[in-house]
């Protein structure tokens, strides 16, 4: 799985190339040394391919592009080790291809302090896996109450505030939050969900929950907050990006305050776009999701909105639990699935179905939540670390929740067939994942 010790040189033949950022595909090689990309060619000469038995990957017919940016994970440590830690976490995101990941606050004690970013960056230099990009707390013990301390945790690493899975419901907290992350040129994730209209709802309140006799939570919920944030990123002139949309009114919201000039962004998850509320049907835990899995037309008005550029960005909300929190009544189970090991061929079935072409849905995954969270990745440029993935872009295989890597196996996808997989992610040069058949080491 994992290859800690790399030659200084490697080379990468053949590739179709993805730069996300122009928005191009070509034929190229790829040279590596020291951990950074130092040539992108169409035909890297044959002698500089000889040169000192430079270790070589034959990427013909495979796509080539920037490793893979989800910048909405739950990591859980500290505290929730028992549903995923940063080394589980950070092993299933590169078996996906994924090399940058940005966790969310929501642990025990809550990152809103320096002292817990700066743990998780050293647990994750441990790890030596996926880089690991914290998200600080917008208040105190994601209380609602009073600001973190954003300018330490900013000093520290964070790279964004959220009060994910808690939204702020206190608008002149939230307002401040926006006003004080425009200081540290740092977003501010939105959990957009009024806890008055979403009170005791477990499910989308639709023909669905009424059939299934569960309480439902109106897409009003996140309409209305969704509305008031935009409104107040307006008034703070702050950067507002909506977590994980899944309502086509809350859409409407965005592409209008975008239209008018409010610093607004957002993402969608994959299960938004592939699951409706019907995926609940059986009483199915592993479709309980916060916000909820809503009706057909609001999915079809969430791929509409990503192919028109309303929606920056595909992002997980990777959210492991233990099995026991999972395997209880539907109202009791806790919400969210697991995402980083199918987060890019449910990316590429966008392509595979017409809906974007292949250079767009790599940005969606790349370089737009880089842009968006300001981290130098998402691209293939000369000069940068070799933050990669080499992807079969045919290769068929089936979801098994029990071979996934991370240490909860809470997936809404068990048993789907997929097309589409990373063979090969490299961090720094370093071959950190390898599927090949014989895989874990380039051939000389």
């Known amino acids: 799985m994992s290859q ?44 500089a391919k ?27 440590e500290p505290g929730f080790e028992y549903k995923e830690t940063i080394a589980t976490g950070t092993r299933a995101a590169v078996a996906g291809g994924v090399t940058s990941v940005a966790c969310m606050a929501n642990t025990r004690p809550v990152n809103d302090c320096p002292s817990v970013t700066r743990y998780i960056l050293e647990r994750a230099k441990a790890a030596q896996l996926a880089r690991v990009h914290p998200i600080g707390a917008v208040s105190v013990a994601l209380a609602g109450e009073q600001l973190a301390e954003f300018a330490g945790m900013h000093e520290a690493g964070i790279v964004a505030v959220s009060d994910d899975g808690m939204p702020v419901m206190d608008a002149e907290l939230m307002r401040r939050a926006l006003e004080c992350a425009k200081m540290f040129d740092i977003p501010v994730i939105d959990h957009a969900e009024d806890k008055t ?47 994980h949309i899944s309502s086509a ?42 916000p909820p899995l809503r009706t057909e ?41 697991v995402g980083l090991e199918t987060l890019l061929p449910l990316t590429l079935q966008l392509v595979h179905d017409g809906l974007l072409d292949l250079p767009t849905a790599i940005a969606k ?20 670390p070799a933050d990669l993935v080499i992807i079969d872009l045919d290769h068929e295989w089936v979801v098994s929740s029990e071979s996934l890597l991370s240490k909860s ?3 809404a996808f068990d048993g789907w067939g997929m097309r589409g997989r990373a063979l090969v ?6 071959i950190v994942h390898d599927l090949r058949p014989n895989g874990a080491a380039a051939t000389g």
């Open 4 to 47: 800690p010790a790399q030659d200084a040189q490697l080379l990468i033949t053949g590739g179709l190339v993805i730069d996300p950022v122009q928005r191009t595909q070509r034929i190229a090689d790829i040279m590596i040394r020291d951990g950074k990309i130092v040539a992108i060619e169409e035909n890297i000469p044959a002698q």
């Open 50 to 76: 000889l040169r000192g038995k430079v270790p070589t990957i034959d990427a013909t017919g495979l796509v080539v592009a920037p490793g893979l940016v989800d910048m909405h994970v739950h990591l859980r």
């Open 197 to 243: 209209l979403a009170a005791g709802g477990v499910m989308h309140e639709g023909a669905m929950s009424l059939r299934l006799g569960l309480r439902g939570v109106p897409s009003a919920a996140e309409d209305v907050m969704v509305a008031r944030d935009v409104a107040l990123a307006g008034l703070a002139k702050g950067h507002l990006h909506v977590a």
């Open 249 to 290: 009114n809350a859409l409407e919201t965005v592409r209008q305050a975008r239209a008018s000039g409010i610093h607004v962004t957002a993402e969608v998850s994959p299960h938004h776009l592939w699951l409706t509320d019907a995926a609940v049907e059986g009483y199915n835990t592993n479709a309980k999701m916060n």
């Open 297 to 337: 037309e609001d999915r079809q008005a969430l791929r509409a909105a990503l192919a028109d550029g309303t929606i920056d960005v595909v992002a997980t909300d990777h959210a492991p639990h233990h099995k026991d929190e999972k395997d209880v009544e539907f109202d009791q189970a806790a919400h969210g699935v």
């Open 365 to 384: 995954i790349t370089s737009e939540p880089a842009r968006i969270l300001r981290l130098p990745a998402g691209r293939l440029e000369v000069g940068i």
């Open 409 to 411: 196996k809470n997936t």
């Open 425 to 430: 992610t490299l961090v720094d040069g370093r």
